[in-house]
């Protein structure tokens, strides 16, 4: 799956990690800069599920 995370570079360091618990990242983009504030930014993700958490 693709997930886009969108937030400060903080908040999607944090959204990555916590992410990172429950589904297994293949690939993370680069950080592209938001269109209307410096201080936010988009990263995508090419997640695939855990095997261990599947039900």
């Known amino acids: 799956m ?8 903080a ?3 944090a959204a990555l990690t916590a992410i990172a618990q429950v589904l297994h ?5 680069q950080p592209y800069p938001d269109h209307r504030s410096q201080m ?7 997640a695939t599920p855990r095997e261990d958490t599947r039900p």
């Open 2 to 9: 693709r997930i886009r995370l969108h937030g400060t570079p």
């Open 11 to 13: 908040e999607t360091a």
């Open 25 to 29: 990242i293949r690939h993370v983009s």
């Open 40 to 46: 936010f930014q988009r990263i995508y993700l090419h």
